[in-house]
């Protein structure tokens, strides 16, 4: 009975130090990157500069976690002034009247090791449809300065016309100057709320 009694003890004990524990993100450490195809033959990389992000969690395994992201629009950069200039108007994001991409979860759950599946709800333009993330657990530390950090590597892909980013024109040979497939990648560090 003792046995059975500390056994209980242990596991909500266990769970009350994981309950609601919340982590931001540490941008410094992270970036959220997006790439397109260019012209049907190459690529071209973009990231975004200005975000934030949030993690709770009732499991140390990240297990049934919400996550909470958005992205500054107007911080977009593809090392290409008057590119980032027409992917802020109103031909892709526009910027002016839509500043913000969101993202809110719905369903974070372990595949398998370190996989997971992380499905939400992705806003861009007012305009929201459901995305599924791969996501890569990379591990938890306890930084030098006695911060206890946790990091992710996450990827998904998303048509843009889904979401009106409706600017489109063709090469002589018929092919797309830019593709409707849109990859993007974060990889994100989180810093456990004090």
């Known amino acids: 009975m003792k046995k059975l009694f500390l056994a209980a003890a242990i596991t909500l004990f266990s769970t009350a130090l994981f309950a609601q524990t919340t982590w931001n993100v ?3 450490h992270s970036n959220v990157k997006f790439t397109v195809t260019h012209l049907v033959i190459s690529e071209v990389e ?9 993690i709770t969690s009732n499991n140390a395994d990240f297990n049934d976690a919400s996550v909470d992201f958005s992205v500054d629009i107007n911080s977009i950069n593809t090392d290409n002034e008057n590119r980032d200039k027409h992917l802020k108007s109103d031909d892709f994001f526009n910027a002016e009247q839509y500043p913000n991409m969101t993202f809110k979860s719905t369903s974070f759950k372990k595949v398998s090791g370190n996989k997971y599946k992380l499905t939400g709800n992705l806003t861009i333009r007012n305009i929201t449809k459901t995305v599924t993330f791969d996501v890569t657990y990379g591990g938890t530390v306890k930084d030098p300065w006695g911060n206890i950090k946790v990091g992710f590597k996450a990827t998904t892909v998303i048509n843009r016309f889904d979401y009106n980013l409706k600017w489109n024109t063709v090469t002589e040979a018929g092919g797309a100057v830019v593709g409707k497939d849109v990859t993007i990648d974060l990889k994100l560090e989180f810093a456990q709320a004090k």
Do not use: E, H, I
Request: charged share 25%.
């Open 26 to 28: 540490d941008n410094a």
């Open 46 to 54: 973009g990231y975004f500069k200005n975000f934030k992000g949030s």
